[in-house]
């Protein structure tokens, strides 16, 4: 299996500028998650999407961030306008059905925001 | 929020020591992972362990529920191991929520 597959890996983008990370999770998984991981913060559940469906946005910092998973082999992550605190490492991750599954982590997009 | 914490927080051992990492959790969860993030940033997935223990060669892990901790046991320890170790509870109606503890960083000298 090729394993959680995140695009890009590395991003270097302006202040201001539209974001888009992108990700494919594992075939068969129905369960979806976005983390971001900072030296301050650690690593933190962002969105959970289970079935396509958004079961927890709590996590998504503020309006200018917003997650969609149109079908089951997509999702993707979208900052506009970004700003330079938003530089992170966005990890996505897969899980199998719901409750006692293992989850398996993409390599991760690293975003610098200048 | 449930509180996840983690100790200790660094770790220094020689290759060939082993050492015990510890995870604390406010509430009850469903379930709980290990997860390994090596010097390149990848998270690798350790142990699915709501309760019991389990083994895998070199490592071992225990969760008591009742008493809200896990253990991780790193055996005969080698530089790969390097990197940093998380507990990650799961939460929430599917279980499938999961918050990540602090982290405990080991470094493995040769």
């Known amino acids: 299996d090729a394993g959680v597959i995140q695009s890009p890996r590395h991003e270097v983008t302006e202040m201001g500028q539209e974001v888009t990370l992108r990700c494919k999770p594992i075939?068969?998984?129905?369960?979806l998650f976005w983390y971001r991981q900072t030296m301050m913060r650690g690593l933190e559940l962002l969105i959970y999407?289970?079935?396509?469906?958004?079961?927890?946005d709590s996590g998504m910092p503020e309006d200018r961030f917003s997650a969609k998973m149109p079908n089951a082999s997509f999702s993707t992550l979208k900052i506009q306008p970004s700003e330079p605190r938003d530089s992170a490492v966005y990890f996505c991750?897969?899980?199998?059905?719901?409750?006692?599954?293992?989850?398996?982590f993409g390599e991760g997009s690293w975003l610098t925001v200048v | 929020g449930i509180q996840v914490e983690q100790s200790p927080p660094d770790l220094i051992l020689q290759e060939g020591a082993n050492s015990t990492l510890r995870c604390n959790f406010s509430?009850?969860?469903?379930?709980l992972q290990w997860f390994h993030q090596n010097p390149w940033g990848q998270l690798i997935n350790l142990f699915y362990?709501?309760?019991g223990t389990k083994q895998n060669g070199r490592l071992s892990a225990t969760t008591v529920a009742t008493e809200r901790y896990s253990l991780l046991y790193i055996s005969s320890s080698q530089t790969t191991d390097s990197g940093v170790y998380f507990c990650?509870?799961?939460?929430?109606?599917?279980?499938?929520?999961?918050?990540f503890g602090t982290g405990t960083s080991l470094t493995v000298i040769p």
């Open positions: 509430d009850s969860v469903n379930n």
């Open positions: 990650a509870v799961g939460v929430g109606n599917t279980g499938n929520q999961f918050y």
């Open positions: 991750a897969s899980s199998l059905g719901e409750g006692g599954n293992t989850i398996y």
């Open positions: 075939s068969g998984h129905n369960s």
């Open positions: 999407f289970n079935n396509n469906v958004p079961i927890d």
């Open positions: 362990i709501p309760s």
